[in-house]
């Protein structure tokens, strides 16, 4: 049963957008909001000979690759120029620059999860850089000239996302990670879990429950919770995986505990809650977020159980 609203309920603490898929994360104190998301959130992606994604779920050493923009690419009005450049860094490897203004050759056939579509190709520099440190894969950005990637019309019909999994925004409280990390042998940082905005100064899993919330002057419907796949388990500093996440997120975050009354139960773990931007779909201003800024709920369910996942 949803439940009006509640005011002021948390604060934007971090935000956090991953220009290539599956790198290491920007930690920045503002964001824009494109029709896909944050601003060159999940643009790139790195793939291999048949196209299909190169992810830390099949190559942990993606965690291992830092990532920098310039620090005006998340001004509200910013355009890159000749001398701006995708700056991709990683242990043993020299220094690649990927102009962000370079046209670049269209190459058909890539694929996320169930997408397939066209994607430009950044050249033979890069594909050669990936090459040497990961195998034969090459770096593509989104077609965003010609392909639109939808979200699941079954949750959130009209959105869409780049190279995204599924959902533009990916919304963590910082309460919740504090109560995982009380139950852990060893802490575990925010980036394990690759959230886009976490939030600070409200109770352990209340984003479970929140439906519709307005951060600063733009509203956020809350879809469903964020089911962990095993990159969560990758330590970010070192790529090796560890299993202590997993089976402590299974005792007290899995569909079985959380939503006991499902009739097919299948073994899954919920850390997080993934989110559209209902303002996004509207024309006019540029949208942007800001650390500091406040959060409101305006909707929310009584219980995880109720909560779409």
């Not at 830092?66 to 450049?85: M, R, T």
């Not at 949750?155 to 996302?161: E, K, N």
């Not at 499902?262 to 989110?275: A, H, P, S």
Request: a positive charge.
């Amino acid at each position: 049963m949803a439940q009006e609203g509640q005011g002021v309920v948390a604060t934007v603490k971090a935000i956090w957008v991953y220009p290539i898929k599956s790198c290491r994360g920007i930690s920045i104190p503002q964001a824009p909001i494109s029709p896909t998301g944050f601003r060159r959130d999940r643009q790139w992606l790195v793939v291999n000979s048949k196209g299909r994604a190169y992810t830390q779920r099949n190559e942990p050493k993606l965690a291992l690759v830092g990532v920098e923009l310039p620090n005006e690419a998340f001004s509200e009005d910013w355009e890159p120029n000749k001398h701006s450049y995708l700056v991709i860094k990683a242990p043993g490897m020299d220094v690649l620059k990927v102009p962000l203004m370079k046209s670049a050759e269209t190459v058909d056939g890539v694929s996320v999860w169930e997408w397939s579509g066209s994607a430009v190709d950044e050249g033979p520099d890069a594909a050669q850089w990936f090459s040497n440190y990961l195998g034969k894969p090459r770096l593509v950005r989104f077609n965003d000239a010609s392909e639109v990637r939808p979200v699941d019309p079954n949750y959130a019909r009209g959105y869409r996302v780049m190279f995204s999994d599924g959902y533009p925004f990916l919304l963590l409280s910082q309460g919740s990670l504090d109560a995982l990390n009380a139950l852990l042998r060893e802490p575990v940082p925010i980036n394990r879990f690759r959230p886009n905005i976490v939030v600070d100064g409200c109770e352990p899993f209340m984003e479970d429950l929140w439906t519709e919330i307005r951060i600063s002057k733009l509203k956020f419907q809350g879809v469903k919770l964020c089911s962990r796949c095993k990159v969560p388990t990758i330590n970010q500093e070192t790529a090796v995986a560890c299993s202590d996440l997993t089976e402590t997120l299974m005792s007290f975050r899995s569909d079985k505990v959380l939503r006991p009354n499902m009739k097919q139960q299948q073994g899954r773990v919920y850390f997080g809650k993934n989110m559209v931007c209902i303002d996004s779909l509207t024309q006019g201003n540029t949208k942007i977020i800001k650390v500091g800024d406040p959060v409101f709920v305006l909707k929310m369910v009584s219980s995880a159980a109720d909560a779409a996942a």
